[in-house]
C-alpha cells in the first residue's frame, strides 16, 4: 500500500552520530541500563484504578501514529478518539528512537510511542512507568505472541501495548540476483559479487543482522540472542560488517531513496521492508524474501510516562488505539501488521493482512523483534557482561568509517 510522504520520509530516519545520540548514549549509560537487574524501579508503580479523564493528552510518535486529518482529511483516527473520551490530543513526531529518548527527558509528554530500541532506555531511564494491562480492555484483542517481551516488560512487568510490527526482509533485482536467494551470504560472505550495489539499513541496530547470520554460519560464537553480545562476540559481528562495507553502494534510513535505488537498479539486494517492496514502480523486478537465517524487525510499543501530568488520558490513549478500528486504521496507514487479533475486519485493503502476516505465529516466530541491547545479558546468561547500545553506536561509528 502507499502511505503519505511526509510519513515515508521521517520513519525510523537515521543519520550519522549526532549530539543528540551521543547525549542518549551518555544518559543510556549514566542511568543504569548497564548492569541493572530491572532499570525500572524509578518509573514508579502502575496504577491499581484510574480516575476522571483531565481533559487533554501529549503523545510523542513516530509519524503515521497519530493521525487526526491535518495531514490528510480522509486519514484521522484522533478525532474519534477526542469525541469518545473527552481527551483532546497534542501530538509531536520524532525520526529516530534517539530524539524519542531525548525528548521524553523533557517531561512534556505523556505518552510515547517506542520501538525495542528504545523501550528498555525509557524504562532504564524512569521515563516511563509500568503498565496495568487490567485498565485496558482491549488488551485482551492483542495477540499473545506480541505481549510480555524482551521489548515491552521487564522482569515479569510490563511496560507498554503493543502497536504494529513487521519484519527487515530480504529484497533483490530478479534479473541480477540469480538464482533466487535463499540466505543472507548475498549480502555477506557473497556480497563481492554485487558489489556497489548492496544496500544495508543504516543504524547501529543493524549489528544485530550481522549477529544473527552468525547463529547459524559461526555456531561456535554460541550467539543465542543477536542482541545478546559480549565483547568477542560483538567483536565478529563488527568484523563481519566491516567486510561487508567495501561492497555497500550505500546505506539507507530514508525510505524514498530505497525505493528508488532498487527502481533505478543502483541497489540491487539488500535490506528492505513489505511496504517499500509493495511501492516499488510497476514493472520493478524485484522481490522480498525471509532468508533461511530468519530476519529481525520491530514490534512497536504504545508506553506512559513516568511522570505523566495526564496519566488518565493516557490509559484512554492506550486503550483506544489497542482496538480493533483504530489499530487497523493506524497499521494499515502506517504500512505493518496490526496487533489487535480483530483489526483485519476493519482495514479496507482486503489484502492487507495477508500481505503482512498478521497474526501468523509462524512466519512471526522467525522474527527478532528490536530490543535495546544491554549489559544484562538478554539471552539469560550471568557469567559474562554484554555490550550495551553504546558500545553498539561506537562500533557502527568505526563500521562506516
Same mark, same amino acid.
Given at each position: 500500500?502507499?502511505?503519505?510522504?511526509?510519513?515515508?520520509?521521517?520513519?525510523?530516519?537515521?543519520?550519522?552520530?549526532?549530539?543528540?545520540?551521543?547525549?542518549?548514549?551518555?544518559?543510556?549509560?549514566?542511568?543504569?541500563?548497564?548492569?541493572?537487574?530491572?532499570?525500572?524501579?524509578?518509573?514508579?508503580?502502575?496504577?491499581?484504578?484510574?480516575?476522571?479523564?483531565?481533559?487533554?493528552?501529549? !503523545?510523542?510518535?513516530?509519524? &503515521?501514529?497519530?493521525?487526526?486529518?491535518?495531514?490528510?482529511? *480522509?486519514?484521522?483516527?484522533?478525532?474519534?478518539?477526542? /469525541?469518545?473520551?473527552?481527551?483532546?490530543?497534542?501530538?509531536?513526531?520524532?525520526?529516530?528512537?534517539?530524539?524519542?529518548?531525548?525528548?521524553?527527558?523533557?517531561?512534556?509528554?505523556?505518552?510515547?510511542?517506542?520501538?525495542?530500541?528504545?523501550?528498555?532506555?525509557?524504562?532504564?531511564?524512569?521515563?516511563?512507568?509500568?503498565?496495568?494491562?487490567?485498565? !485496558?480492555?482491549?488488551?485482551?484483542?492483542?495477540? /499473545?505472541?506480541?505481549?510480555? +517481551?524482551?521489548?515491552?516488560?521487564?522482569?515479569?512487568?510490563?511496560?507498554?501495548?503493543?502497536?504494529?510490527?513487521?519484519?527487515?526482509?530480504?529484497?533483490?533485482?530478479?534479473?541480477?540476483?540469480?538464482?533466487?536467494? #535463499?540466505?543472507?551470504?548475498?549480502?555477506? /560472505?557473497?556480497?563481492?559479487?554485487? %558489489?556497489?550495489?548492496?544496500?544495508?539499513? /543504516? *543504524?547501529? !541496530?543493524?549489528?544485530?543482522?550481522?549477529?544473527?547470520?552468525?547463529? %547459524?554460519?559461526?555456531?561456535?560464537?554460541?550467539?543465542?540472542?543477536?542482541?545478546?553480545?559480549?565483547?568477542?562476540?560483538?567483536?565478529?559481528?563488527?568484523?563481519?560488517?566491516?567486510? +561487508?562495507?567495501?561492497?555497500?553502494?550505500?546505506?539507507?534510513?530514508?525510505?524514498?531513496?530505497?525505493?528508488?535505488?532498487?527502481?533505478? &537498479?543502483?541497489?540491487?539486494?539488500?535490506? #528492505?521492508?513489505?511496504?517499500?517492496?509493495?511501492?516499488?514502480?510497476?514493472?520493478?523486478?524485484?522481490?522480498?524474501?525471509?532468508?533461511?537465517?530468519?530476519?529481525?524487525?520491530?514490534?512497536? @510499543?504504545?508506553?506512559?510516562?513516568?511522570?505523566?501530568?495526564?496519566?488518565?488520558?493516557?490509559?484512554?490513549?492506550?486503550? $483506544?488505539?489497542?482496538?480493533?478500528?483504530?489499530?487497523?486504521?493506524?497499521?494499515?496507514?502506517?504500512?505493518?501488521?496490526?496487533?489487535n487479533q480483530a483489526a483485519c475486519d476493519y482495514m479496507t485493503d482486503p489484502n492487507q493482512c495477508a500481505t503482512y502476516h498478521a497474526g501468523d505465529k509462524a512466519y512471526a516466530a522467525k522474527i527478532w523483534y528490536w530490543s #535495546?541491547?544491554?549489559?544484562?545479558?538478554?539471552?539469560?546468561? #550471568?557469567?559474562? @557482561?554484554?555490550?550495551? $547500545?553504546?558500545?553498539?553506536?561506537?562500533?557502527?561509528?568505526?563500521?562506516?568509517?
Open positions: 500500500m502507499i502511505r503519505s510522504s511526509a510519513r515515508r520520509t521521517s520513519r525510523r530516519t537515521v543519520t550519522a552520530l549526532t549530539g543528540l545520540a551521543m547525549v542518549s548514549v551518555a544518559l543510556l549509560t549514566a542511568c543504569g541500563t548497564t548492569g541493572s537487574s530491572s532499570g525500572g524501579s524509578s518509573g514508579g508503580e502502575a496504577p491499581t484504578e484510574l480516575g476522571k479523564n483531565e481533559a487533554q493528552v501529549s !503523545i510523542l510518535a513516530w509519524p &503515521g501514529y497519530v493521525e487526526d486529518g491535518s495531514n490528510d482529511p *480522509s486519514v484521522d483516527w484522533v478525532s474519534a478518539f477526542e /469525541d469518545q473520551t473527552g481527551c483532546t490530543v497534542s501530538s509531536k513526531t520524532y525520526g529516530t528512537s534517539d530524539e524519542a529518548f531525548n525528548l521524553m527527558k523533557t517531561g512534556e509528554y505523556d505518552v510515547v510511542a517506542a520501538s525495542g530500541d528504545a523501550s528498555l532506555r525509557l524504562v532504564a531511564a524512569g521515563e516511563v512507568a509500568p503498565v496495568n494491562t487490567d485498565l !485496558i480492555p482491549n488488551y485482551a484483542g492483542v495477540y /499473545d505472541f506480541l505481549k510480555m +517481551q524482551a521489548w515491552n516488560s521487564v522482569d515479569g512487568v510490563s511496560y507498554g501495548i503493543p502497536h504494529g510490527y513487521g519484519a527487515n526482509l530480504l529484497m533483490y533485482n530478479k534479473d541480477t540476483v540469480t538464482p533466487a536467494p #535463499t540466505s543472507w551470504n548475498v549480502v555477506f /560472505d557473497k556480497a563481492a559479487q554485487y %558489489k556497489g550495489k548492496v544496500t544495508a539499513y /543504516d *543504524s547501529p !541496530i543493524y549489528i544485530a543482522d550481522a549477529a544473527m547470520y552468525l547463529m %547459524k554460519h559461526k555456531p561456535e560464537l554460541g550467539i543465542t540472542n543477536p542482541y545478546a553480545l559480549d565483547e568477542t562476540q560483538l567483536a565478529a559481528a563488527v568484523d563481519l560488517l566491516k567486510q +561487508q562495507r567495501a561492497n555497500i553502494g550505500e546505506y539507507w534510513s530514508d525510505y524514498l531513496k530505497s525505493v528508488q535505488s532498487f527502481e533505478t &537498479g543502483d541497489s540491487v539486494v539488500g535490506t #528492505t521492508w513489505q511496504v517499500i517492496r509493495n511501492s516499488l514502480a510497476a514493472g520493478t523486478p524485484a522481490e522480498v524474501v525471509v532468508p533461511e537465517e530468519g530476519v529481525t524487525g520491530w514490534s512497536d @510499543t504504545w508506553m506512559v510516562a513516568s511522570k505523566a501530568k495526564n496519566p488518565n488520558c493516557a490509559y484512554a490513549w492506550l486503550n $483506544y488505539i489497542a482496538s480493533p478500528k483504530a489499530n487497523a486504521q493506524a497499521t494499515e496507514y502506517f504500512g505493518e501488521a496490526p496487533s #535495546t541491547p544491554i549489559e544484562k545479558c538478554l539471552d539469560g546468561r #550471568t557469567n559474562v @557482561t554484554c555490550t550495551d $547500545y553504546a558500545a553498539w553506536t561506537t562500533a557502527w561509528q568505526e563500521i562506516k568509517g
